[in-house]
């Protein structure tokens, strides 16, 4: 499998709006660039992974992927997050890729280990793989082979739909029930939860 991984990162101006009563903005950006950075570490040496495509509209993002060994496609002001991922999957597709897996930037537990267990247990095509977050309404981690098997359909409850389109696709999917994909950043219980176990400094955290 030549696999393209394609991470979105959402503007640091507008990053984690839910994190707010607890994380002021540049907080809340400085952590976004580190989970960033986080993820492209990981991500990095895994067998089957011929390339990582960041997609952003910051500088700041920029400046992270390429000595982390990204390419950055910036997002158009019109494009929207699905529409970005399709551009970028194009690209991958261009450079060779035969899969794409979508994964955001902000899965604090996430490790190397995980990422090649999603690979080793992927199916032939048209296989798609999934992992939902922990309410199972979003999307943690997408994988498509072919790249064009579905339209992406991030957003609200994502998950039902990327399942449905793959199997109306004729796709046999699979579900990842890994913890540390489920795990994100989308709620200040979450940033809390992660700070008392470790994972973020409590310097990161504003006075409750």
């Known amino acids: 499998m030549k696999c393209w991984v394609i991470v979105p990162v959402k503007r640091l101006s507008a990053a984690?709006?839910?994190?707010?009563?607890?994380?002021?903005?540049?907080?809340?950006r400085e952590l976004v660039c580190?989970?960033?950075?986080?993820?492209?570490i990981q991500l990095n040496g895994i067998n089957g992974i011929r390339g990582i495509i960041v997609v952003g509209r910051?500088?700041?993002?920029?400046r992270?992927?390429?000595?982390?060994g990204a390419l950055f496609i910036a997002e158009k002001p019109h494009d929207g997050l699905n529409r970005a991922l399709a551009r970028a999957a194009r690209e991958a597709v261009r450079c060779g890729a035969d899969a794409v897996m979508v994964?955001?930037?902000d899965l604090?537990?996430?490790?190397k280990s995980d990422i090649v267990a999603v690979l080793r247990h992927a199916g032939k095509p048209p296989f798609m793989g999934i992992s939902p977050d922990r309410l199972k309404r979003g999307t943690n981690l997408l994988l498509l082979t072919p790249p064009g098997l579905i339209r992406f359909s991030f957003g609200e409850r994502s998950y039902r739909r990327h399942i449905t389109a793959a199997r109306r696709a004729g796709a046999?999917?699979?579900e990842y029930r890994l913890a540390s994909l489920a795990d994100d950043l989308d709620f200040p219980e979450d940033v809390v939860r992660l700070c008392d176990e470790g994972k973020i400094p409590r310097g990161k955290q504003r006075e409750l």
């Open 16 to 28: 984690k709006s839910r994190l707010a009563p607890i994380l002021t903005l540049r907080q809340r």
């Open 34 to 40: 580190s989970l960033l950075a986080h993820s492209l």
């Open 58 to 62: 910051d500088r700041a993002v920029r």
């Open 64 to 68: 992270i992927a390429a000595p982390l």
């Open 103 to 105: 994964l955001p930037a």
């Open 108 to 111: 604090p537990r996430l490790r």
């Open 172 to 174: 046999r999917v699979r």
